[in-house]
């Protein structure tokens, strides 16, 4: 698989399975960090490590409705390795759904298998091009899950070279889609 950066494509996966909410953004370094290299010298160093940590910070990035009480449990930065891909194409509903399907269990094994030689094309593109991502993992426990019926996002003032997100989703009433930007930064479903 070759990675979809093109520019400023970032994604946000979202699955809600009964209280648990998981969020994950993917979003080329450049749009985070500023660049897409290695940290170069001491200050390149610390402007990563800076954006790395501003884009753990859910509770700045991410507003959920009020009436769903949803407390974030983590958020994680995703190693940028085989699995990052497949987080980002398998979301918790699918796991969900494999430990209850037996029968779907050779062909999701099948699938892995896939993933991983996809990858290693992946790697070959990252290595030719020098593309990189970021990738992060937020994770919510709400109380009242039928509340959840909307996310709005500070995303565009925190990361001003990220011009829209891609969301994509899998809730309780079906899967939803929408584009984020700096003008429209709230989904409803």
């Known amino acids: 698989m070759l990675s979809n950066n093109c520019g400023d494509a970032s994604g946000l996966s979202l699955a809600q399975d009964q209280q648990q909410l998981v969020l994950e953004l993917l979003a080329p ?23 790395l940590s501003r884009v753990q910070q859910a509770d700045t990035l991410f507003s959920l409705p009020e009436a769903a009480a949803c ?38 094994h099948g699938s892995e298998h896939a993933a991983d030689h996809e990858h290693h094309e992946h790697h070959e593109h990252h290595d030719e091009h020098g593309h990189n991502d970021v990738l992060v993992q937020y994770r ?5 899950p039928q509340a959840l019926n909307s996310l709005s996002t500070s995303l565009f003032e925190q990361f001003p070279s990220l011009t829209r997100v891609e969301l994509q989703g899998i809730v309780p009433a079906g899967q939803i889609a929408g584009t984020l930007t700096a003008e429209q930064p709230a989904f409803s479903w």
Not at 31 to 41: L, M, N, Q
Not at 81 to 104: F, K
Not at 140 to 144: A, P
């Open 29 to 51: 370094a450049a749009d985070i960090v500023g660049f897409e290299h290695a940290p170069a010298d001491d200050a390149e160093q610390a402007q990563l490590t800076a954006a």
């Open 71 to 108: 407390r974030l449990i983590d958020s994680q930065l995703v190693e940028e390795d085989a699995h990052a891909h497949e987080l980002d194409e398998h979301t918790v509903a699918d796991h969900h759904d494999h430990a209850h399907e037996g029968a779907d269990e050779h062909a999701h």
């Open 140 to 144: 919510y426990q709400c109380r009242q």
